[in-house]
């Protein structure tokens, strides 16, 4: 059985349950032993087909509109949001980086996006299949280099990668033509093999990229609010800051905007919210919250590029 369709059927899991359910791929802790074969053969029986689950996904996803104007200065930086947490950003010198990669079941990824031309550098902030699902493949593929916690990179290393760069929190290295940081997160790590066991992926975190031309760009992975959020700020002032909003697993738009309070970005733009359906967070309700504050709240569209 792929792992692929493991993870298609927990996506139709977690609609069928309406959100009363934990998604397997890292979200909560899984079970050992006869609970995990008696799971397995529970998916493996759904009745649901692998068209109708993409269908419903889709119809809970950010849907393509006009990219409304914005000040956002991304400096020479072409960032595009492929859904969920997934993100492509293309360097002022050509390199090309993907965050979180989550391509071929992401219900909010465009299908022209789905598969990857070009990759020069994996980043990921965490070991749950909506951030890592394709991860490996295009490792495997591309043979980019793969940043990301110590036990991530081993993990990934042991999957096919051939150059990773492990880091932890606090950390900082030179890939290609990005300097990295590696900053906190407040969240789980588990990492879901083929066989439904949960092995110890590290800690969650996030990165700050600062660009080669000064531009500093913060992607918070999943996390919670948390105060050291204004130690991000003290330390690396980043100007776009790439924040979850959806609840449940992240933080709500409340706690988004007491985020902002903290970080003091210019811009941001949310991420993490209506790939399924108790994601019900929205950015409409972030901007309102942040009226007062001076920060730009940017909406995008999946599959469009901006900057």
Partial sequence: MSAEGDRTREIRRLRAAGGAARIQGGKGKGEKGKGQREKGKEQRNAKRTLTDAKCEANSQAPTATDQRPTTMNLQGVKLTWLGHSCFRVETPGGRVIYIDPWLKENPACPAEHKQVKKVDVLLCTHGHFDHIADAAAIAREHNPVVVGIYELCAWMQKKGAKQIAPMNKGGSQTVGDVRVTMVHADHSCGIQEDDGSIVYGGEACGYVLEF?????????????????????????QPEVALLPIGDLFTMSPREAAYACGLLKPKTVIPMHWGTFPPLIGRPRELQKLVADMGVEVVELTPGKTVG
């Avoid at 031309?213 to 959020?229: E, I, Q, R, S």
């Fill in 212 to 236: 080669e031309n000064g531009f500093k760009l913060y992607h918070a992975g999943d996390t919670n609010v948390f105060g050291d959020m204004h130690i991000i700020h003290e330390l690396y």
